[in-house]
Nanobody, 115 residues
Framework: QVQLVESGGGLVQPGGSLRLSCAASGSIFGIAEMGWYRQGPGKERALVARVTSGGNTYYATSVKGRFTISRDNAKNMVYLQMNSLKPEDTAVYYC?????????WGQGTQVTVSS
């Protein structure tokens, strides 16, 4: 069973940048999709970005052009580079790995965008 642990969250000012990391205890090589989700105050958990094993990416409209997701299968790591952060980006960010018959979630890392 793969375990995911997020890190890199914190407090950042609007317009700033932050890089989140997701470390897997097991191999993510065979996991079809790795993604980042977030849940802001009073909101439902929503998809932020995902990347397939083949490198194809998808981004939520709200983060297009600002966020970049990447995966390093050799290091069992997934990253989310966040630029031009806005207060609306404030949320707990979760790493997720999913494939046929498998669904892994991290515990989340807090990102707060405030001046």
């Amino acid at each position: 069973q793969v375990q995911l642990v997020e890190s890199g969250g914190g407090l950042v000012q609007p317009g700033g940048s932050l890089r989140l990391s997701c470390a897997a205890s097991g191999s993510i090589f065979g996991i079809a999709e790795m993604g980042w989700y977030r849940q802001g105050p009073g909101k439902e958990r929503a998809l932020v970005a995902r990347v397939t094993s083949g490198g194809n990416t998808y981004y939520a409209t709200s983060v297009k052009g600002r966020f970049t997701i990447s995966r390093d299968n050799a290091k069992n790591m997934v990253y989310l580079q966040m630029n031009s952060l806005k207060p609306e980006d404030t949320a707990v960010y979760y790493c997720r790995g999913t494939d046929a018959g498998r669904d892994y979630w991290g515990q989340g890392t807090q990102v707060t965008v405030s001046s």
